[in-house]
């Protein structure tokens, strides 16, 4: 896929090898109880941790290695795994002599998770301590990027973190970057050989409006491709809607009558969509379905 036109775009491509990087997804942070996800977040850290500074150790000062050895020696505190990622931007920024990037993906995976299974305030409280240590007021820090599906500034994960950007799919900024845009899937049907496939493909993977901008499912996509343009479902199974189905299996028989409407391809209107309702709220709100 080195032909599309992201990467050819010297934006993202002058990018690459210029900044250190640290890429965690939360997704795998689960557990029907806090203890569950608690293990679970310490041995995300402890992973990242030890891949990324193991091949720089020589340049740590005593009182980095000393924490770092109660991470590898699992002997660690609370507030070192909620310092781990501030830690780390620090020692990348001094060993590297450029500040960090950190990309973390699913953020709020392990929220919803936890709305679901009745810990969700025990959640909160780790994940501002960790997530405010690294993104508020860190001299090392580039750029911070966050991904999921609710809205940030309403989830109290970010006490004091005022100066957080918020996009969601209705805004027009970003809205052709989380996915294949028309131009790059023509693109890529071609070098790939697949360009007569053009409308089947459109008719089956066109599947957002994201801003203004018609975006493909890029899984389904890239699958399809690898499949030499068999057409199917790939999209399937690919995430998790625990919340949706509990938010539908509890809302209004009014509510129900128009989820049957969209299941026979029908239109309804008239919905508002509030951006800034809270997972906390989600269930005393009957119309927080359709965010």
């Known amino acids: 896929f080195k032909n599309t036109t992201i990467w050819n775009n010297p934006t993202y491509r002058d990018l690459q090898g210029q900044y250190p990087v640290i890429f965690l997804t939360f997704k795998g ?33 005593l009182s980095e290695q000393k924490w770092y050895a109660r991470l590898i020696d699992e002997n660690a505190k609370k507030t070192d795994y909620t310092n781990s990622l501030f830690y780390a931007t620090i020692i990348l920024e001094r060993h590297y002599q450029k500040k960090v990037i950190v990309l973390i993906d699913e953020y709020d995976a392990p929220l919803i998770n936890a709305y679901l299974h009745n810990y969700y305030e025990k959640i909160t409280t780790f994940m501002n301590d960790l997530l405010s240590a690294v993104l508020k007021s860190n001299t090392a820090l580039e750029k911070g990027f966050l991904t999921g599906i609710t809205r940030i500034a309403k989830e109290g994960i970010f006490s004091g973190l005022n100066h957080l950007s ?16 028309q131009e790059e899937v023509d693109q890529l049907l071609t070098n790939h050989n697949l360009f007569d496939k053009k409308n089947e493909i459109k008719n089956w993977y066109e599947g957002y409006i994201f801003g203004n901008t ?6 389904s996509l890239i699958s399809c491709i690898k499949k030499k343009g068999d057409l199917d479902t790939y ?18 028989q009014a509510v129900k009558n128009d989820i049957e409407l969209l299941l026979q391809k029908k239109e309804i209107t008239d919905k508002k969509i509030d ?11 009957d119309q927080a379905l359709w965010n």
């Open 275 to 285: 951006k800034n309702i809270s997972l906390r709220n989600i269930k005393k709100n």
């Open 29 to 61: 942070v689960k557990g029907d109880s806090w203890k569950e996800a608690y293990e679970g977040f310490t041995e995300l850290l402890l992973k990242n941790i030890e891949k990324l500074l193991s091949p720089i150790y020589a340049s740590l000062t």
């Open 166 to 181: 918020v996009c969601t799919i209705l805004d027009t900024e970003y809205s052709d970057k989380f996915g294949f845009t």
């Open 214 to 219: 018609n975006i493909y499912n890029p899984w």
């Open 235 to 252: 999209w399937v199974n690919t995430s998790n809607n625990n919340l949706i189905r509990s938010l539908i299996t509890s809302s209004s």
